[in-house]
């Protein structure tokens, strides 16, 4: 498979960050071909530029419709021979045209486990309906919000006296550990989608005894 990523960001960039360093670092097999920011002032950009990685802003703004903010994305993505895309904080909507474009070549980062909690502020949301356990995901992107197959999930407990912002740090360091390792499997091949399931390559005899 196409082992260029496109990371679309709209912030921070930590788990863009957490693609970075193990491809760095040789414990990730692939390349990022371009970081794109719905927003210029994305701190993401400058990570990106500082590891030598080109890194755009392509403003939502600049489109009436959505969908012709989607081509647009689309349009760079192509241009860089992106074969799959990160989506690591990205505050837009992912419409058709993306996703006709990349069909399950999309990956989305969400810190719940999905499907309790989809949308905006999900620690605060997990907080709020006073789950003792709840986790990130990560997961092949359909047109349905925070709904597609799900690729890796992560648990991690909601301690006593926790707020949106510590359960919020709790998960972002298992997401950093959860992203490139969903980007391996991906990247590896062997998968497939049954109904909303994702099926993982099956493990040969070799390794699953090892
Ligand atoms: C993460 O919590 C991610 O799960 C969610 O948005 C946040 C982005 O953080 N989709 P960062 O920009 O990667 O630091």
């Not at 356990?133 to 359909?142: D, F, I």
């Not at 993982?200 to 070799?206: G, H, I, K, V």
Request: hydrophobic share 45%; charged share 20%.
């Amino acid at each position: 498979m196409n082992r260029r990523l496109g990371v679309l960001i709209s912030g921070r960039g930590s788990n863009l960050q957490a693609l970075i360093d193990p491809i760095a670092e040789g414990r990730l097999n692939a390349s990022i071909a371009i970081v794109i920011s719905n927003r210029d002032d994305a701190a993401g950009l400058a990570r990106a530029r500082a590891a030598g990685i080109e890194a755009i802003c392509v403003s939502h703004r600049a489109f009436a419709m959505r969908d012709d903010f989607d081509r647009a994305l689309v349009r760079e993505l192509k241009a860089r021979d992106v074969g799959l895309v990160c989506l690591a904080g990205f505050m837009r909507l992912v419409g058709a045209p993306l996703i006709e474009s990349f069909p399950n070549r999309i990956l989305n980062i969400h810190p719940s486990l999905l499907p309790s909690f989809p949308g905006l502020d999900a620690q605060k949301q997990a907080i709020e309906h006073g789950v003792k356990v709840s986790g990130v995901t990560v997961h092949l992107v359909t047109a349905e919000l925070d709904g597609g197959p799900i690729v890796v999930q992560r648990a991690v407990p909601v301690m006593p006296g926790d707020t949106a912002d510590s359960l919020a740090a709790r998960i972002l360091e298992e997401e950093h550990r959860a992203y490139p390792e969903a980007v391996q499997m991906i990247l590896d091949g062997g998968w497939r989608v049954d109904g909303r399931r994702f099926l993982a390559a099956a493990r040969s005899p070799t390794s699953a005894s090892t």
